[in-house]
């Protein structure tokens, strides 16, 4: 069933009511707007956290990437390292034998003052004679245990002790006819001992080598992975620097007071102006005062107020006002009397809206061209007309249309002032 109402508002509803409504309203608003934020914000929030775990994903990516490629890198280069060593490094001096020597700096005996000191060597001698005699029977016994694994080693060494007995039997054939026995006996007890220290010897050769075999590799190895890590450092010291030497201090620095003499202009007495060249002296000195700073500050072309006038013509040109004021000011401090600053700052003050400036320039700018000329006629008829223009947006009407009329009369022909002059009069609707 379709029901209208006859009002929107109810007539019979009381201020307090409508007040507590209002405020129901407004909690409800309030309440709704808070639970959007808040559902904006996790929103926001899970977005970030994805961001974030998205992110760390990808770096853990291409960290395992960069990793992965510098271990097989790693693993290349230790592999090429290892085949190198291995084909590089063989074992020198492996059939080598040594021979033991006496030690010519150990204990020796004192000489014999007494008698009875014959006795005692000989006595030291018999138990040197049993004590090699029962090494040799240690030697014999172990002679048949190693025989299988030095047989090869015997063969040759008995070949060689071979051709050393013929050697001396050839070269000392008629002093040993005497004594072969002996010699037998000598030659298989020496025969022996130098198979088994020549089994001694190989052992080890054979484990000094495999010692060092590791500590080469277990040495490489730590370099490379210091070569790889950056940790790897190198001594930067130059070794041909003299550590011993040392350089000077450096000299303390100083300054050096020159005083110029006075500025004396040289002209004849006939021909001096002598108040001009004070006036000329007193005035540079009271634009200096002005600026602020000495003329030695400056450089030689921004103390030229004409210089000034034109950088800040350019400037005008450009549209940077302001930079042309700042040049417009810095040459009227520097020259107080040069009416075309004060009326080239006025145009600039006018194109910014400062109107008030722009008449104060105007008006000192009429006070200055003076004489009043066929010469400064058309400065004179800008300067009216833009004191005239300032005035007009000043609401000052009354004194700004007779300076647009003033400025008109000047300049009869120029078209933009009687523009000018018709738009303030219909404008103010002025009446003559």
Known sequence: ?????PTLVLDSLTKEKKQEYRRQAI???????EKKAKE?????????????????????????????????????????????????????????????????????????WFPNESTNDSNRETKLITESLDSVGTIKNLIPQNKNKIESENMNINCLNESEDTKNSFT???????????????????????????????????????SKKEYDNRRGKEIIDKILTGKYRTSNRNIFEDTNTSTPMPRQCGTINVKFSERVFPTPARESHHLEEQEWLEKQAEARRKCGFASEDLRPEEQDPQWLKDKGDEFFK??????????????????????????????????????????????????????????NRESRARCH????????????????????????????????????????????????
């Open 172 to 210: 000392d054939d008629k002093s040993c006819r005497n004594c072969t026995s002996n010699f037998e006996e000598s030659s298989t007890l020496q025969q022996e001992r130098s198979v088994i220290i020549h089994e001694m010897n190989i052992e080890k050769m054979n484990e000094m080598i495999q």
């Open 40 to 112: 904006r914000r996790e929103k926001q929030r899970e977005l970030q956290r994805l961001a974030v775990r998205k992110q760390i994903e990808l770096d853990n990516a291409t960290i395992n990437k960069i990793e992965s490629i510098r271990d097989n890198h790693r693993q290349e280069a230790m592999a090429d390292f290892e085949n190198w060593r291995l084909h590089s490094e063989k074992p020198i001096f492996t059939d080598a034998q040594t021979i033991t020597q006496p030690n010519r700096k150990g204990y020796r005996a004192p000489l014999e």
């Open 318 to 375: 450009a549209g940077n006002y302001i930079a042309a004021i700042s040049a417009y000011t810095h040459g009227i401090k520097l020259s107080d009397k040069m009416t075309s600053l004060y009326a080239n700052r006025s145009a600039a003050q006018y194109a910014l809206g400062n109107y008030r400036r722009c008449a104060e320039d105007c008006s000192t700018a009429l006070q200055l061209m003076i004489p009043k000329c066929e010469g």
């Open 1 to 5: 069933m379709d029901r209208k109402w």
């Open 27 to 33: 909690e409800r608003a309030q309440l709704l707007e």
């Open 385 to 432: 007309a833009r004191l005239g223009a300032a005035l007009c947006k000043l609401s000052a009407p009354q004194h700004g249309i007779p300076e647009l009329e003033t400025a008109l009369k000047l300049a009869p022909d120029n078209d933009t002032i009687k523009r000018d002059l018709d738009e303030a009069k219909n404008y103010f609707s002025f009446k003559d």
